[in-house]
């Protein structure tokens, strides 16, 4: 298949196969961490895993990287197994949480390291020796540095030390060391977590303005959904060792496989309350009965609707009392108290229409029955299968 | 006005105790360095330098120096580079590198006068464990060396006793007591490394674990360092009770380990001669107050990454 392989290569498309992770493995003693996980990533795609803490999402970035070692399953990079391979030999570049920087080292040669490590022999890389007797590669590595730096405005920069820096800076140079050397992808582990709010913010666009610029394969780890929404072209839901749902972002907000995927994904998070559905079709939910597409099986539903889709109605077929408010501006958060549900409801509202309600006042609501995400009491989506068969 | 006094109330206890116990001796030795007093005595001559020119002329201190200065550069360099070494290699071990840095550590906490016993046993010309274990060695390929062979063909050194080995035997368990102290300091230096740093390294290329401790281990012990070589400097300066132990008349053999702290011992305690004493005090107080400029100006300003 050689010649197979240098075609797709030649061709260079999204199609091809970047990094393929197939039915990974991994205990820590005796606690599985990732259980049979395969995953396809595509050439110059921004992929975000994403989930709580503990659910292996970190430890599945180290084992693309080799840093550490799967107990089973395959890690292949360009059609290449490379389980076997040690992280350097496998040109892929890692942006750290801490980001990992050499503190002993300015700017400049903490971004020249990797060059350093890969391009000179060790003599070469003597402090004061090695300069001398490769000037010319030293010098190129210099100019390759810095060609870097302007990219990321941090020429500035150069000569100072790690320690001398903001976060935001670091963070720049962390990136800076990553791209020096044109690596087949970038892998980063919770880069952003360290900054603060608005600074993270900013960076999200910068690294989605990146990612474009620079059409390579970044992977990205994250325990934000909003990073994951706001970055990735497809995103993975990881949850204790198993991806639970791989897509793009809109997909996956819109169209979650599973109720913890639902309730991980999206902030504030999706309101669940639990529904009867009968063989007609319908769901009885909150003590009104409303038509849905999914399978007319009698059974318990849980019915998931997020705040934006509940709406305040004058007319409305629901009520609830006002039980706390969250004012963010653009938007107001109502937190009502419903009867027959036993944690409160979030209603998204615009300011002009809440802004006169007041708390314990009782507000009428309602929602578009399209906009239920039905889920089978065991957690799992039912989706609209075949048509109901007979329509009310 | 009492609110404009309150810092002397602050900073006065502290600075009342640093006066009477730490400066006004050092001004006190200072003094006595300049007169020929001793304990006892009604009264002292103010003899000017002359304990000083005594110190860098006569040949008795000159011994000092070299036996001093001896001890120190075998005993630092061995001491820091064996308890790197020792660590380095516990570092990289699981639960069975808590057993050795009990072992090795042991040397420390251990009275190095009762180990002395033990050295003096061990190193004994005749019935020690060292010679004769060198002895069995006899008739056998080791003989090609040309001093193994001299010691078989006569006797194998009187490792304390002989002034051309007594300053380096005593160096050697010097050594022996004191890697254990830095192996410690270094432990502590490395577990503070961040591993990402680590791994930081690996994705760069080091593959070597050479490359690693010249980009990671190396630069990020720095600090470690630093303290270390000055903590051994001022230690083997201040070795004595080996000394004590082994020697008790007069710093060896043709008084080939008459290290400073022995001299002080021996001129001011046993002999009564305070002002010479307190003279090579102030020149021992000298020598470590030049090692922590050293550190300070020199090594510190590199290794403090801020």
């Known amino acids: 298949m050689p010649s197979n392989l240098i075609e797709t290569h030649l061709l260079g498309g999204g199609s091809v196969a970047n990094i393929a992770l197939r039915d990974i493995e991994k205990k820590f003693g005796e606690t599985p961490v990732l259980n049979r996980v395969s995953l396809t990533i595509r050439n110059g795609e921004f992929v975000t895993l994403v989930g709580p803490s503990g659910c292996g999402k970190s430890t599945l970035l180290r084992i693309m990287a080799g840093l550490e070692a799967a107990d089973r399953g395959q890690v292949l990079i360009d059609g290449r197994d490379v389980s076997d391979v040690r992280p350097a030999e496998r040109n892929l570049a890692m942006v750290f949480q801490s980001y990992a920087l050499y503190p002993h080292l300015s700017v400049a040669e903490n971004m020249m390291t990797p060059l350093r490590m890969r391009d000179l022999s060790s003599v070469e890389r003597l402090p004061i020796l090695g300069p001398l007797l490769s000037r010319k590669r030293h010098h190129a590595m210099r100019l390759q540095a810095d060609t870097i730096a302007d990219t990321l405005k941090i020429s500035q920069l150069m000569d100072r030390k790690p320690g001398q820096l903001s976060g935001g800076q670091r963070q720049r140079v962390a990136l800076g060391r990553a791209m020096v050397r044109n690596p087949v992808a970038f892998l980063m582990d919770e880069p952003l977590s360290n900054l603060d709010a608005a600074l993270r913010v900013h960076m999200r666009a910068e690294l989605s303005e990146l990612h474009r610029r620079l059409k390579t394969t970044f992977v990205y780890v994250t325990h934000d959904q909003a990073e994951a929404l706001t970055m990735s072209d497809r995103m993975a839901v990881m949850m204790h060792g198993d991806i639970l749902q791989v897509g793009a972002p809109d997909e996956i907000y819109a169209n979650p496989d599973t109720l913890e995927v639902a309730r991980f994904i999206g902030s504030p998070s999706i309101n669940v309350v639990p529904g009867e559905a009968d063989s007609s079709g319908k769901i009885d939910v909150m003590g009104v009965s409303v038509p849905a597409t999914t399978a007319g099986v009698r059974q318990a539903v849980m019915v998931g609707l997020r705040p934006e889709h509940l709406s305040l109605h004058a007319a409305g077929r629901l009520s609830g009392i006002v039980r706390h408010r969250e004012n963010l501006g653009a938007d107001i958060f109502l937190h009502l108290e419903v009867q027959g549900t036993q944690n409160p409801l979030v209603l998204r509202a615009a300011p002009n229409e809440a802004s006169r309600i007041g708390l314990g006042e009782a507000v009428a609501f309602d929602f578009d029955p399209t906009d239920m995400i039905v889920f089978a009491a065991d957690g799992t989506r039912l989706r609209a299968s075949t048509p109901a068969r007979e329509v009310a | ?306």
């Open chain 2, 1 to 306: 006005m009492g609110s404009q006094r309150a810092h002397l109330w602050f900073i006065g206890p502290a600075l009342i105790l640093m006066v009477i116990i730490l400066l006004i001796p050092i001004v006190i030795a200072m003094g006595l360095s300049l007169t020929d007093y001793s304990l006892g005595n009604q009264g002292a001559a103010f003899v000017g330098l002359e304990n000083y020119e005594r110190i860098f002329t006569r040949s008795t201190y000159e011994k000092m120096f070299v036996a001093t200065f001896r001890y120190v550069f075998v005993v630092v360099p061995l001491t820091v580079g064996l308890g790197l070494g020792a660590a380095l290699l516990i570092h990289s071990l699981g639960r069975i590198g808590d057993l050795y840095k009990t072992i090795y550590f042991l040397p420390v906490m251990a009275a190095l006068i009762a180990m002395a016993i033990v050295w003096e046993f061990a190193f004994h010309p005749t019935i020690g464990v060292i010679n004769s274990t060198l002895e069995r060695g006899c008739g056998s390929f080791l003989e090609a060396w040309h001093w193994y062979a001299k010691g078989c063909a006569r006797t194998f050194p009187l490792w304390l006793n002989d002034r051309e080995y007594a300053i380096w035997t005593v160096s050697f368990i010097g050594v022996w007591q004191g890697f254990g102290f830095n192996m410690v300091l270094y432990l502590a230096g490395l577990t503070s490394i961040p591993a990402q740093l680590y791994d930081a390294a690996e994705m760069d290329g080091a593959t070597r674990g050479w490359d690693r401790f010249r980009l990671v281990t190396w630069p990020l012990l720095g600090p470690t360092t630093v303290f270390v070589v000055t903590i051994s400097f001022i230690r083997s300066f201040q070795v004595f009770d080996m000394v004590e132990a082994f020697y008790p008349q007069g710093g060896g053999p043709s008084k080939s380990v008459y290290v400073m702290m022995f001299a002080i011992y021996e001129k001011g305690i046993q002999q009564n001669l305070m002002g010479i004493g307190a003279a090579i005090t102030v020149v021992f107080l000298g020598f470590v107050m030049v090692l922590t400029l050293i550190q300070r100006r020199l090594v510190e300003r590199r290794t403090h990454y801020v």
